[in-house]
């Protein structure tokens, strides 16, 4: 099962909508709806991975992921390793984007 999560759209193509494709008589479970879901949210990062890989060379060596939607789902961290080619690594800080607003609000 192939699940694209471009809900909203994407930024080259806004019109677009998500959609579920690849269905069959043993992947149409909800077991194969979630890892279709969490395998096209990857696939969305990838692509723009790639687009900043093709344009610079830089090939990713580690991911440093945030957020508690792949902090606490291995099952996402697994699909993200393994689509990138890289391991995934966590910010020392577990909740980002507290952390990154308070920085912000240091005086400089």
Do not use: W
Not at 94 to 107: D, F, K, Q, R, W
Request: contains cysteine.
């Amino acid at each position: 099962m192939k699940v694209c999560t471009a809900f909203r759209g994407t930024r080259e193509n806004p019109d677009m909508r998500g959609g579920i494709s690849n269905l069959d008589e043993e992947n149409f479970t909800p077991e194969g709806l979630v890892y279709g879901v969490l395998e096209g949210i990857a696939a969305e990062l990838y692509g723009r991975y790639c687009l900043i890989r093709e344009g610079t060379g830089i090939r990713a060596e580690h991911l440093v992921a945030s957020g508690n939607g792949i902090r606490q789902n291995i099952v996402l961290q697994e699909i993200c390793s393994e689509m990138f080619q890289a391991d995934v690594e966590f910010a020392a800080c577990e909740e980002e984007a507290a952390c990154g607003a308070a920085v912000s609000s240091l005086p400089e």
